[in-house]
Structures are given as C-alpha cells and as structure tokens.
C-alpha cells in the first residue's frame, strides 16, 4: 500500500508542471504575449507538426503552402500569409485555445486540459501539444507572410 502511494504521488508530482505549464494563461486582448518556453520556436519543427496528420491535424481544416501534402481542408482559413494577418501573441493564443477568441470555433484547444468534454484516457490532464511545439507551429506561422502588392 505505501508503494501504491508512492508512485501515486510521484506520478501526480512529475505531471504537475507540464499541467501547470498547460493551464498558465496570460491573456492581453486577443492575445497571449509572452512566449510560453522563453525561447523561439523552430519553424522546421512547427511546418513538421502542421503536415502530420497524428499530430497536428491542422491540414485536416486548414489549407497552406504544402504543394506536397493532397487533401487540404477548407473549414478554415488558409494558413498561407498567417504571419500578416495576425500577431505573435494572437496566434499564440489561437493555438492554445481558439475558443477564448471564437467560443463557436471547432478547432482544437492545443495547450488547454480543463473544461474539456470527451477526452480520451490517453490525452486526459495533457495538452495535446506542449509549450515548446506551440512554440515551433507558431515559429512556423509567423513566417508565413502575404506578398505585397508592388
């Protein structure tokens, strides 16, 4: 029994941060500001997490500068010129939960664990994407800028 309860607590203590990570919102506007790791993403990685359709599942609704990738959703706005559109901290906070900004959106709250209905028991008390893949999908993002007009 004082197993049992050890590894209970142990468990419970190692998953604390990354649902304290998850849950720490600072919300200004429309936006998140702060980077959620401290550091810049790694655009390679976030265009790797939007193309795959286990992890991301962004091109299931989502279209984009992905020549290679066939079947392109249409639900919702191209991601193509993203970074010109809306800020940093504005596709920070779409990303982590588009419901703050659009309570009818269907896209998936990515770094959000509470209030949510239906989980799975494999994604239950974890977001579906950590801070630092946040972090590279947004890095991805924001490089994603409409040509201008000459």
Known sequence: MRVARFLASLLLA??????????????????VVQSLTGSAGDPERGRAII????????????????PEEPLQG?????????GSRWTEGQLRLRLMDNKRVNPESIMPAYHRIEGLNRVGSAW??????????????L?????????KAP
């Open 14 to 31: 190692m998953a604390l941060p990354a649902m304290a990570s998850a849950q720490a919102l600072q919300v200004t506007g429309d936006a």
């Open 74 to 82: 249409n639900l919702a706005p191209s991601l193509e010129g993203a």
């Open 51 to 66: 193309t795959d359709r286990q992890k991301g599942l962004c091109l299931l609704c989502h279209s984009g500068p992905f």
């Open 139 to 147: 890095a991805f993002l924001m490089g994603l800028k409409a040509e």
């Open 124 to 137: 239950r008390d974890r977001p579906i994407l950590n801070a630092a893949e946040i972090e590279d999908v």
